[in-house]
């Protein structure tokens, strides 16, 4: 009887200890790496390489007003053990860096883009060509009187096809009261003797207005000629008729005189 007894208690046991290995085990789940932060006076920072062993880190640093500063540009050439710094002034707050070689000559250029409270130019572009472990400065062009029309910032610069694309909406009105006109102006900007060129890949729809309200106002104009010339030959036409009539009644009444 004892013996029964143990052995139905070892089987609830088993029976106990397999239902609870079938329980499942919370997953530990790894923590997400947090971005490090920057310790001031450095605002911001972007790595960017270009190939193996040639590395360009973009800095901003500097201290009190957010509105000004200092850019700084690390290029480390690993593999000839050279490290050359290139700075500069910084109007704003940078949004961003860019790598290219729009000229196709093996030299890669870094392109800083950064946003000011200027209500004339919103956007800057600091451009650099490095060659041979030197810092050419290039001077991006500001926009002419046709690219400036409707513009209001809120700039979008990207490479594409090694060129770099520049994309803004068009405003259309002036102050406070400039309304979006749902439009976009792209611009595309290459390099030529270290020189940058500018090329408007779309049209606007304001030109597009503006050629229509041309367009139909030129048929209006030519009806209303029209209509003056018809009228004056109308009235040319009753005025000689009743001339021709007012003739037609003297030479009646001579005639009739002269028979009396």
């Known amino acids: 009887m004892t013996n029964r007894f143990y052995l139905f208690a070892l089987l609830i046991g088993a029976v106990i200890a397999g239902c609870g290995g ?14 490090p932060e920057l310790m001031p006076p450095f605002r911001f920072h972007k790595l960017i390489e270009v190939s193996p062993g040639q590395s360009y880190d973009i800095l901003s640093w500097g201290r009190g007003s957010l509105d000004a500063g200092s850019f700084m540009i690390l290029h480390s050439d690993s593999s000839a053990i050279k490290y050359t710094t290139t700075t500069g002034d910084l109007d704003g707050t ?21 946003k000011s409270k200027d209500t004339t ?18 001077d991006f062009p500001k926009l002419n009187s046709s690219q400036r029309k409707g513009y209001r910032g809120n700039d979008n610069f990207y490479i594409r096809d090694g060129k770099l694309m520049r ?30 060129t500018v090329k408007q890949l779309s049209k606007d729809s304001t030109d597009v207005a503006d050629k229509k309200r041309a367009v139909a106002a030129t048929p209006v104009k030519q009806n209303v000629e029209k209509k003056t010339t018809t009228t004056k030959k109308k009235s040319e036409k009753k005025h000689k008729s009743s001339s021709s009539k007012s003739k037609k009644k003297k030479k009646h009444r001579r005639r009739h005189r002269e028979e009396e």
């Open 22 to 35: 079938n329980q499942q085990k919370p997953v530990a789940t790894a923590p997400v790496a947090k971005k």
């Open 94 to 114: 940078i949004v961003d860096a860019y790598n290219a070689d729009m000229d196709l000559d093996g030299n890669p250029e870094i392109l800083i883009q950064a």
């Open 121 to 138: 130019n919103y956007a800057s572009i600091y451009a650099f060509e490095f060659s041979n472990n030197k810092a050419n400065k290039l």
């Open 167 to 196: 994309e803004f909406p068009i405003y259309s009105g002036s102050g406070k009261e400039a309304k979006p006109t749902g439009a976009k102006r792209q611009l595309e900007y290459g390099l030529r003797g270290n020189e940058f």
